[in-house]
């Protein structure tokens, strides 16, 4: 199965700040990796999907970008709705694997 | 619009069985797999397997082979997972999530979750 590591498990972030989370896979995946945001009691909802996607709806302050073994997801202005759990997923072949997740919390 | 409603919530005991639906709407049934995933509480996504409605075939995350079955009902749009032999690891929040073959709808539907608590 294809692992996929988190970093940070933990942040804590004040609004208004740029927050970068990076997931790498133990082997390439080409951009086969979706972005999900997950608040306390709530269902998972997609952020970006085909690594660089933007899921309509989804405001512009949010990115991903790269590749194969190392991708990243970035809030580019920190929003008080921001503050949740974030998830990678790759599906380049199964079974899909979750990322451990990243909590972020307010400063 | 797209929906996935699952059924309500469960209690049960060490060594029982549970089924949860996940009946879906707003699009064609059997033009998309249907995932599903666990999460147990204060902990992460867990994916458990996948069915395709169109031809009933099923794949399962190993840890659940021989105790998840995976069915669907064509005529009204329902995805069924059996979790048989339960134990209380297996408290958690169960939900389907839709899954097509491209990335862009690859998990861009949920259901809401059931939860199901095991415990004697």
């Known amino acids: 199965d294809i692992q996929m590591t988190q970093s940070p498990s933990a942040m804590s972030a004040s609004v208004g700040d740029r927050v970068t989370i990076t997931c790498r896979a133990s082997q390439g995946i080409s951009n086969y990796l979706a ?3 997950q608040k306390p009691g709530k269902v ?3 952020l970006i999907y085909a690594a660089s996607s933007l899921q309509s709806g989804v405001p512009s302050r949010f990115s991903g970008s790269g590749s194969e073994t190392e991708f990243t997801l ?3 202005s920190l929003q008080p709705e921001d503050f949740a759990t974030y998830y990678c997923l790759q599906h380049n072949s199964y079974p ?3 990322g451990q997740g990243t909590k972020v919390e307010i400063k | ?4 409603v699952q059924s309500g919530a469960e209690v049960k005991k060490p060594g029982a069985s549970v089924k949860v639906s996940c009946k879906a ?3 064609t049934f059997t033009s998309f797999y249907m995932h599903w995933v666990r999460q147990a509480p204060g902990q992460g996504l867990e994916w458990m397997g996948i069915i395709n409605p169109s031809a009933g075939s099923t794949s399962y995350a190993q840890k659940f082979q021989g105790r998840v079955i995976m069915t669907r009902d064509t005529s009204t749009s329902t995805v069924y997972m059996e979790v048989s032999n339960l134990r209380s690891e297996d408290t958690a929040v169960y939900y389907c999530a839709r899954g097509g073959i491209v990335a862009t709808t690859f998990f861009d539907y949920w259901g809401q979750g059931t939860l199901v608590t095991v415990s004697s």
Do not use: A, D, M, N
């Open chain 1, 35 to 37: 972005w999900f945001q």
């Open chain 1, 44 to 46: 998972p909802k997609r």
């Open chain 2, 1 to 4: 619009q797209v929906q996935l």
């Open chain 1, 74 to 76: 970035t809030i580019s």
């Open chain 1, 96 to 98: 899909p694997t979750f």
């Open chain 2, 25 to 27: 709407s707003g699009y």
